[in-house]
């Protein structure tokens, strides 16, 4: 298949060595550089919507945003539905984390517009985003509070309900689903797996109640097996629970095979946008995303 060829060919051998299919010998400037010819031809709005194949949910049209005066993104889209899953791949830098920043209002905006649900959010605060807009923002650090326990960490997420009691009962509802997490309720977060840390900060922002969920590289650092434990959790909530998912994943074979919908970042610009198995079975992604 053509596919086998593209991912053997040239940069599959070096010197008398013969590399299998599955060996990447491309070094991060290779792969940066060679991606940056994929950025050539942005895919279109048009393409964009037919891969929602619905009214999107939220949509960024024309985004430039950065940090202070630095431009990071460049006239960047995005389209995805209710309860859909979207993953961003694309090289370290390229500005992944920056589009979940712009959304939920981390960035300076420079043009383009941020739209929920046909209501414009562009300039809205993370207070506002979180509370009105009803998206949360699960963060790529670990950021639980390791001296506080579980149950005041989850009492964290709740800090915009209008009323405390409102956020205990929020809290208790996710630690009733959350099983893992409700036996370790009084006990410090510090003390807490890698994997159930990270339990942890997805049920934090489930207090709120959002729409949408931001969600920043989920597999790393984890162990394989919390890596399929979080994936399952996010699984489940987009379709158990109906949420929508907007995802960033350095592991680009787990996100996609997650994701209804993948998008590949370059250099702060659109390059490719397809469904997950389309990104999946494209041998451009799978020799500079997937190793192989
Ligand atoms: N808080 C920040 N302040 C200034 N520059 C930043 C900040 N966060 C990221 N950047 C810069 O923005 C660019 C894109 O970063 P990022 O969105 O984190 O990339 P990715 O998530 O794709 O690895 C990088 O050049 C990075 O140095
Ligand atoms: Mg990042």
Redesign the pocket.
């Known amino acids: 298949m053509d596919e086998k060829k593209e991912q053997s060919g040239g940069k599959g051998t070096i010197g008398s060595m013969d590399f299998n299919d599955f060996d990447t010998v491309l070094s991060v400037d290779e792969v940066a550089h060679e991606a940056g010819k994929l950025a050539a031809e942005t895919p279109s709005r048009q393409r964009l919507s037919e891969l929602v194949g619905k009214e999107p949910l939220l949509t960024i049209e024309g985004l430039r945003a950065?940090?202070?005066k630095?431009q990071?993104l460049h006239e960047f889209d995005l389209q995805v539905g209710a309860k859909q899953s979207l993953c961003i791949i694309?090289?370290?830098?390229?500005?992944?984390?920056?589009?979940l920043?712009s959304i939920y209002g981390f960035t300076n905006i420079m043009a383009g517009n941020i739209k929920m649900g046909g209501s414009d959010i562009t300039g809205m605060n993370p207070n506002q985003k979180l509370k009105r807009a009803g998206i949360a923002y699960i963060l790529q650090d670990n950021s639980v509070f390791p001296d506080m326990t579980v149950e005041e960490n989850m009492l964290m997420g709740g800090f915009l309900k209008d009323k405390q009691s409102q956020a205990r009962e929020a809290a208790e509802k996710v630690l009733q689903k959350y099983p893992r997490l409700n036996e370790r309720r009084k006990q410090k977060a510090g003390v807490l797996s890698g994997g159930e840390r990270r339990l942890l900060e997805i049920s934090r922002a489930l207090i709120m109640e959002p729409e949408v969920l931001l969600v920043?590289e989920p597999s790393i650092g984890l162990e394989p097996r919390f890596i399929k434990m979080v994936f399952e959790i996010l699984d489940d909530l987009l379709n158990t629970e109906g949420k929508t998912i907007v995802m960033?994943e350095q592991n680009a074979k787990k996100g996609l095979e997650f994701a209804d919908i993948g998008y590949v970042?370059v250099d702060?610009r659109l390059a490719m946008a397809g469904t997950g198995d389309e990104l999946l079975e494209n041998p451009d992604v799978g020799r500079l995303f997937l190793g192989g």
Not at 91 to 99: E, H, L, Q, W
Request: charged share 10%.
């Open positions: 950065g940090y202070g630095m990071i694309g090289p370290n830098g390229a500005g992944k984390s920056t589009v920043h920043d960033v970042l702060g």
